[in-house]
């Protein structure tokens, strides 16, 4: 009896700690973004970018502010599941997401499928601006496409003083920092985590492939490994 307790008293706390909380500070708009210091506050982000709060309109203009560094232990694991990426094709971010300094900590991410397309913290952007925000630990690793620790796809964006320190792994156009960029301005980056290209070509430091885009004052110090072709510390293709 006691054990049957104490596995129902877990359960119970899991809902808890994995539960969307809208932030108490901030309306989500550019005068206003929303203030997030913890993980059930960025997941409600999320949801309210993604369209999946069951009483909350989709908003994907909705601008928010790190208050804190954010642990995602809770919500994204080896035994809980991947995250899911803030944005994605067909639903693509737009606002403005300033990390404030702070960062990401225990970012998991994962995919067996090949025809994914945009996976990072953000998964897919549009006329989004992304500052000041570092992906602390954690690993991304996927067999799509487009997949960079900060940014999968990032279109007429501008990726800011964003850092990242985790390792990632994908398919065609894996970065560091954005898998796949056109049209952006990616400036004042830098990658320590070590980027693998899975399978066909496009890889690295800071963005996979670039295409009309502008990338300066950008570092890389990792790794940079694949079989494929078009793999640079930089940029590769």
Known sequence: MKKY???????????????????SAGDGSKEKPYQISNAQELLWFAGVVNGTLTDVPKDTLSCAELTADIDLSSVCGEEIGSWNSIGFSGNTYSGIFDGKGYGIKNLYMTGTYTDVIGQGFFGVTNAATISNLSILSGSVNSYGSNIG?????????????????????????????????????????????????????????????????????????????????????????
């Not at 307790?5 to 932030?23: E, M």
């Open 5 to 23: 307790l104490l596995l129902i008293l877990l359960s119970l706390f899991s809902l808890v700690v994995i539960a969307q909380t809208k932030p």
């Open 149 to 237: 620790a900060v940014a999968g796809n990032a279109y007429k964006s501008a990726i800011v003083n964003c850092h990242n320190y985790i390792p990632v792994s994908g398919g065609k156009f894996t970065g560091g920092i954005v898998g796949y960029t056109n049209g952006s301005s990616i400036s004042r980056c830098h990658n320590e985590g070590d980027i693998n290209l899975l399978s066909d070509f496009g890889c690295g430091g800071i963005c996979g492939a670039a295409s009309g885009a502008t990338v300066s004052y950008c570092y890389n110090v990792a790794y940079i490994m694949g079989d494929g072709s078009r793999v640079g510390g930089i940029v590769g293709s």
